[in-house]
Antibody, heavy 118, light 110 residues
């Protein structure tokens, strides 16, 4: 059974950093791109970025609003993807989801809440 | 990249069919067969119900179907059930560095 589980959310002050983890199981992690998405309270879904599989260089892409502040990485030996969030802003407050895939984003985790507030 | 356009709400009675549309451009919906639809209940994670325009993942009832014409994709829910009441989001691959979503449609089963 495919499972994706996010962790690391919490309350953080503006300008600080936070790292989210995405632990996956039930599939060959290294064969898949992994995607991060978010949903601000009462709002719709937003793509944050993705990281390709190592076969495609493990390169990452980001939505313009987080480019230069967020970094996605992966550790295929541990089946974990990471979202390093720096210089957090109040508008980054959202439930952050990790999901498998890129052109077909199929299995999602339950999400982890990140609240940016002083 | 602008968001895809969805009507904010849709409704239907049990047993009826409802179609939700998702309009984009030739750079996203019209340019790729990578349109997906997600069902989301309040406080829950989205669930994939249609991928690649019209493919139903295992376990999704065949009441759910997808299609695309030009720059507009559609999700049809036939034989509406009370449990179909949820928010529905479309998404489209939009090139190597982009995935975009619609604003979501709240489906009410009357």
């Amino acid at each position: 059974e495919v499972q994706v589980v996010e962790s690391g959310g919490g309350l953080v002050q503006p300008g600080r950093s936070l790292r989210l983890s995405c632990s996956a199981s039930g599939f060959i992690f290294g064969d898949f791109a992994m995607t991060w998405l978010r949903q601000a309270p009462g709002r719709g879904l937003e793509w944050v970025g993705w990281i390709r599989s190592k076969s495609y260089g493990a390169t990452a892409e980001y939505v313009a609003s987080v480019k230069g502040r967020f970094i996605i990485s992966r550790d295929d030996s541990k089946n974990i993807a990471y979202l390093q969030m720096n210089s957090l802003q109040t508008e980054d407050t959202a439930v952050y989801y990790c999901a498998r895939g890129r052109t077909k984003v199929d299995y999602w985790g339950q999400g982890t809440l990140v609240t940016v507030s002083s | 990249q602008s968001a895809l356009t969805q009507a904010p709400s849709a409704s239907g009675s049990p047993g009826q069919s409802v179609t939700i549309s998702c309009t984009g451009t030739s750079s996203d919906v019209g340019g790729y067969n990578y349109v997906s639809w997600y069902q989301q209940y309040p406080g829950k994670a989205p669930k994939l119900v249609i991928s690649e325009v019209n493919k139903r993942p295992s376990g999704v009832p065949d009441r759910f179907s997808g299609s695309k014409s030009g720059n507009t994709a559609s999700l049809t829910v036939s034989g509406l059930q009370p449990e179909d009441e949820a928010d529905y989001y479309c998404s489209s691959f939009a090139g190597s560095n982009n995935l975009i979503f619609g604003g979501g449609t709240k489906l009410t089963v009357l």
